[in-house]
T-cell receptor
Framework: AQTVTQSQPEMSVQEAETVTLSCTYD???????LFWYKQPPSRQMILVIR??????QNATENRFSVNFQKAAKSFSLKISDSQLGDAAMYFC???????????????FGQGTILTVHP | DVKVTQSSRYLVKRTGEKVFLECVQD?????MFWYRQDPGLGLRLIYF???????EKGDIPEGYSVSREKKERFSLILESASTNQTSMYLC???????????????FGAGTRLSVL
């Protein structure tokens, strides 16, 4: 079974600075997807960024980028030019790309609470 | 925009009560999921459904059941609520696995359930 670990329960950053959230995972599969989800205080989870394991290029979405190290099974999220609206709980998640009974279900990490100081 | 709607934001129930949590999605998604969110544990999958009347157990199905009579609606049922089921419950939906890159889960706002 796959596991996802976020070792930083809480992180903080000054507005306009850069912060990196860590995520490691364990899997025996070679093809999979990795995700970062954001859960603001209002609680609706939204997808921030997605990485396909077979793609070597790191995904980027505006101020959000990832550092995907497949051999190390590491998937960190970098937030540049942090804004007050970035304050939220961030979850790292894994999904198998193979079929069978997985039906695309996600395995989540424990979450990291990000605080942004003005 | 995809909309996943959970019927209640907050719910308070008594031990032993039967509890229904409802979830509706408007994107014609095949898959629907129920998660439980607890501090320090992240989200854990309770049950999911890949088609009408079809369901599969997730990682923590004990004490829960589900119902999917219509494609857009997925219900989580606590047959006899217990205090250890006090938690945040999140519903999600997605296209089928065969949709490949479109297989992204969209979440509802969550239901905070307290069992007293």
């Amino acid at each position: 079974a796959q596991t996802v670990t976020q070792s930083q329960p809480e992180m903080s950053v000054q507005e306009a600075e850069t912060v990196t959230l860590s995520c490691t995972y364990d899997t025996s599969e070679s093809d999979y997807y990795l995700f970062w989800y954001k859960q603001p205080p209002s609680r609706q989870m939204i997808l921030v960024i997605r990485q396909e394991a077979y793609k070597q290029q790191n995904a980027t979405e505006n101020r959000f980028s990832v550092n995907f190290q497949k051999a190390a099974k590491s998937f960190s999220l970098k937030i540049s030019d942090s804004q007050l609206g970035d304050a939220a709980m961030y979850f790292c998640a894994y999904r198998s790309a193979s079929g069978g009974t997985s039906y695309g279900k996600l395995t989540f990490g424990q979450g990291t609470i990000l605080t942004v100081h003005p | 925009d995809v909309k996943v709607t959970q019927s209640s934001r907050y719910l308070v129930k008594r031990t032993g009560e039967k509890v229904f949590l409802e979830c509706v999605q408007d994107m014609d998604h095949e898959n629907m999921f129920w998660y439980r969110q607890d501090p320090g544990l992240g989200l854990r999958l309770i049950y999911f459904s890949y088609d009408v009347k079809m369901k599969e157990k997730g990682d923590i199905p004990e004490g829960y059941s589900v119902s999917r009579e219509k494609k857009e609606r997925f219900s989580l049922i606590l047959e006899s609520a217990s205090t250890n089921q006090t938690s945040m419950y999140l519903c999600a939906s997605s296209f089928s696995f065969s949709s490949g890159a479109k297989n992204i889960q969209y979440f509802g706002a969550g239901t905070r359930l307290s069992v007293l």
